[in-house]
């Protein structure tokens, strides 16, 4: 069985294109935003993403009717669940100045509104991952059928945003690093995340510095949760139970525990 995926478009007239040739592609990105993303532009690093190439069919007017309903449905069901994150959620959140909602979200005004607009179904033939220093690899389509949905990336720009707008926040990453990798930090953001830990763009000392302005330079590190993280709440969770024990073990170093 190919590999679907559905999209809308805002231009009715681009299904005629679709009569003379249905080959498409497109490319699908995480955008870095707030502070990450203007220091990762100052080293020439550009958003992971991936490359996809396939044929575009448009629905009929029953499958399109069907898919606006289910979007409602998962709409109401993520409406519900923000509601019922608990303040290690909402607190992050709530300190993102990155204006993003759900995907599904991004469809409410769209299929509420009236818009005209048309359904697509993007049949998948190949997947090229680009990564951030523009790096290519061809991705196996049968690893992506076996894929299941990532309930972590609903949320990831907005999570990655709020973690490193507080500076309280950043200074619990850099005692990670100092922790969890024995890595003395001086700055530190939050990259990127996913079920089995996160990634930590850090400013570290260079081994052998030729001058004051070349001492530091930035360095990624990975970071690893005890348990995966398959839901946001769980990432909160882990991250705050991480940061209590760094400061214990600080303590206990100190002398002071």
Not at 177 to 193: H, T
Request: proline share 4%; hydrophobic share 40%; net charge negative.
């Amino acid at each position: 069985m190919a590999t679907e995926f559905l999209f809308i478009s805002l231009f009715p007239s681009c299904t005629q294109n679709t009569i003379v040739d249905e080959r498409g592609s497109f490319s699908v990105a995480s955008p870095f935003p707030g502070p990450l993303g203007k220091l990762l532009k100052s080293m020439n690093k550009f958003p992971v993403r991936v490359a996809l190439t396939g044929d575009v069919v448009p629905l009929t007017d029953k499958n399109a009717q069907s898919l606006a309903e289910f979007v409602k449905e998962v709409m109401l069901a993520e409406e519900k669940a923000v509601k019922e994150f608990s303040y290690a959620v909402s607190g992050v959140l709530s300190s993102s100045d990155h204006f993003s909602t759900s995907r599904s979200e991004n469809l409410k005004e769209l299929i509420d509104g009236g818009e005209k607009y048309v359904i697509y179904k993007f049949n998948l033939s190949s997947c090229m991952f680009v990564d951030g220093n523009g790096g290519t690899r061809e991705v196996d389509l049968e690893n992506m059928e076996k894929c299941k949905a990532n309930l972590l990336e609903p949320y990831s720009a907005k999570l990655i945003d709020g973690i490193n707008q507080s500076e309280a926040r950043r200074r619990g990453l850099t005692l990670f690093c100092f922790i969890y990798l024995n890595i003395n930090a001086r700055v530190a953001y939050m990259l990127s995340f996913d079920r089995k830990g996160f990634d930590v763009l850090g400013k570290v000392r260079g081994k052998a510095p030729e001058d004051e302005e070349n001492e530091y330079h930035w360095k990624q590190f990975r970071i690893p949760f005890k348990e995966e993280a398959r839901e946001v709440e769980s990432f909160c969770l882990q991250l705050v139970e991480m940061e209590e024990e760094a400061i214990k073990m600080v303590y206990c170093y100190s002398g002071l525990g």
